[in-house]
């Protein structure tokens, strides 16, 4: 009988001793909820840990216990090697002497007799540092950022789980536990956790407290139309665990910088309604970041909190202009309008209810029309609005920039 992919991942995980644990781009609540809880358990069971998010925490999610912990990239993932042949000759001394003028390492040896040649020097690298990948919240590798553009290899060469909820999830992994029915990551987690805890649970307020803001941030605290009869059983679950949940509360809904207060009054200010398209939207530029002295991350849940409460709509969409390009963030409102699908138009992608898409290297003024163009035109086709300027619109749309 084939074995389940949580039985294959509590397999696997018992197995491993040095476990990689990765996420996507800018990490959300469930993202970094799901990863510090996974740390978490698993260093209960002895386990060596390195947790990487290629992107900073957005402020909101400070308060997350272990936090500090999360590296931005993997410091040396494989050893190089410098085997010599002393079969003949034997080493009485080896130092270094690192030349940072000339961005050189010297790396010196002292024969006790004879002299060494380099035909004696070989080169290799060495075995990788991880005997296991863990993948969460990633609907592609790609989507893991730098953590894999920058060690492509190293997921060719250790097995990966691919634990995620999205429905366009690729199925990248060695196993891949993708539950398109569980509101999130961190709820699918519960169950793994559950299931590596057989003998001594795992679960402490800590733990418990990761998972249930990775669960309230992706339901939109139980508002959105993605929340299960079963969501609600797994967070009284992780309320009787110990998880804070006045603390979730408290620090993402309920504390808000000035910064972040004034980028949300830019956002509202700029909002478009479509109204036959049944869809607003709202940009915010670089000046807008910084006259609002606010970080990239601030943008974070405007899109939920203030865009997509507007009535009779079926999704909201928020375009930023960051440092690496435009970001595209949109909301469902309506069920049935899967906002996934009209993200993969610009190469992005997600679950019907949420979905994002990057275009690199490109500036808002210079997208911002085509974007919406052919957000127009996807409501077009969908509803079977008779408008002539937008049909004339889509058919002049300017040429998208490479996606991500």
Same mark, same amino acid.
């Given at each position: 009988?084939?074995l389940?992919?949580?039985?294959?991942?509590?397999?696997?995980?018992?197995t491993?001793?040095?476990?990689l644990i990765?996420?996507h781009?800018?990490?959300?609540?469930?993202?970094?909820?799901?990863a510090?809880?996974?740390?978490?358990?698993? /260093?209960?069971?002895?386990k %060596?840990?390195?947790?990487?998010?290629?992107?900073v925490?957005?402020?909101?999610?400070?308060f997350?216990?272990?936090l500090?912990?999360?590296?931005e990239?993997i410091?040396?993932a494989?050893d190089?090697?410098?085997?010599?042949?002393?079969?003949? =000759?034997?080493?009485?001394?080896?130092? @270094?002497?690192?030349? +940072?003028?000339?961005?050189?390492?010297?790396?010196i040896i002292t024969? &006790?007799?004879?002299?060494?040649?380099?035909e004696?020097?070989?080169f290799?690298?060495g075995?990788?540092?991880?005997?296991?990948?863990?993948?969460l919240?990633? &609907?592609?590798?790609?989507?893991?950022g730098?953590?894999y553009?920058?060690n492509?290899d190293?997921? @060719?060469?250790? +097995?990966?789980?691919?634990?995620d909820?999205?429905?366009?999830?690729?199925?990248?992994?060695?196993?891949n536990?993708?539950?398109?029915?569980?509101t999130?990551?961190?709820?699918?987690?519960v169950a793994?956790?559950e299931?590596?805890?057989?003998?001594?649970?795992?679960?402490?307020p %800590?733990?418990?407290?990761c998972l249930?803001?990775?669960?309230?941030?992706?339901?939109?605290?139980?508002?959105?139309?993605?929340t299960? +009869?079963?969501?609600?059983t797994v967070?009284?679950?992780?309320?009787?665990?110990?998880?804070?949940?006045?603390e979730?509360?408290?620090?993402i809904y309920?504390?808000k910088p000035?910064?972040?207060? /004034?980028l949300?009054? /830019?956002?509202l200010?700029?909002?478009?309604e479509? =109204?036959s @398209?049944?869809?607003?939207w &709202?940009?915010?530029?670089s %000046?807008d970041?910084?006259?609002s002295?606010?970080s990239?991350n601030?943008?974070?849940?405007?899109v939920?909190e203030l865009?997509k409460?507007?009535?009779?709509? %079926?999704?909201a969409?928020?375009?930023?202009?960051k440092?690496?390009g435009?970001?595209? &963030?949109?909301?469902?409102?309506?069920?049935?309008v899967?906002?996934?699908?009209?993200?993969?138009?610009?190469?992005g992608?997600?679950?019907?209810?949420a979905?994002?898409?990057?275009?690199?290297?490109v500036?808002l003024?210079?997208?911002e029309a085509s974007?919406?163009s052919?957000v127009?035109? @996807?409501?077009?086709?969908?509803?079977?609005?008779?408008?002539?300027?937008?049909?004339k619109a889509?058919?002049?749309?300017?040429?998208?920039?490479?996606?991500e």
């Amino acid at each position: 009988m084939e074995l389940t992919a949580k039985q294959q991942i509590t397999e696997l995980v018992r197995t491993s001793q040095k476990i990689l644990i990765c996420t996507h781009i800018n990490p959300d609540g469930d993202a970094l909820g799901s990863a510090l809880a996974l740390n978490l358990a698993l /260093k209960k069971m002895g386990k %060596d840990i390195t947790l990487i998010s290629p992107d900073v925490a957005p402020k909101v999610f400070q308060f997350l216990p272990s936090l500090d912990i999360i590296k931005e990239g993997i410091n040396g993932a494989k050893d190089f090697v410098i085997s010599v042949d002393t079969s003949k =000759i034997k080493v009485d001394k080896l130092g @270094y002497k690192n030349l +940072p003028e000339d961005n050189k390492l010297n790396i010196i040896i002292t024969p &006790s007799q004879g002299r060494f040649s380099s035909e004696m020097v070989t080169f290799k690298e060495g075995s990788s540092k991880f005997d296991l990948i863990i993948a969460l919240d990633s &609907s592609d590798l790609e989507r893991l950022g730098k953590t894999y553009e920058l060690n492509t290899d190293l997921f @060719y060469e250790v +097995p990966v789980v691919n634990i995620d909820h999205h429905a366009g999830n690729d199925h990248f992994g060695k196993v891949n536990w993708v539950d398109i029915t569980a509101t999130s990551t961190a709820e699918i987690l519960v169950a793994l956790l559950e299931s590596l805890g057989r003998d001594k649970s795992l679960f402490d307020p %800590d733990i418990a407290t990761c998972l249930l803001a990775g669960l309230i941030t992706d339901t939109g605290s139980f508002q959105n139309s993605n929340t299960t +009869p079963k969501s609600f059983t797994v967070a009284a679950q992780l309320i009787a665990a110990g998880a804070r949940q006045q603390e979730i509360i408290k620090h993402i809904y309920k504390t808000k910088p000035l910064s972040t207060l /004034k980028l949300w009054g /830019k956002a509202l200010s700029n909002i478009h309604e479509e =109204i036959s @398209y049944k869809f607003v939207w &709202s940009a915010l530029g670089s %000046d807008d970041f910084l006259s609002s002295s606010a970080s990239e991350n601030e943008a974070s849940g405007v899109v939920d909190e203030l865009l997509k409460t507007v009535p009779s709509i %079926d999704f909201a969409l928020l375009l930023t202009e960051k440092q690496d390009g435009v970001h595209g &963030s949109f909301r469902g409102v309506q069920k049935g309008v899967s906002v996934a699908e009209i993200a993969k138009l610009f190469g992005g992608g997600g679950h019907e209810m949420a979905a994002a898409f990057r275009m690199n290297g490109v500036k808002l003024p210079d997208v911002e029309a085509s974007i919406i163009s052919q957000v127009k035109n @996807y409501q077009n086709s969908r509803n079977n609005i008779t408008d002539n300027s937008v049909l004339k619109a889509g058919n002049n749309t300017l040429e998208m920039p490479p996606m991500e």
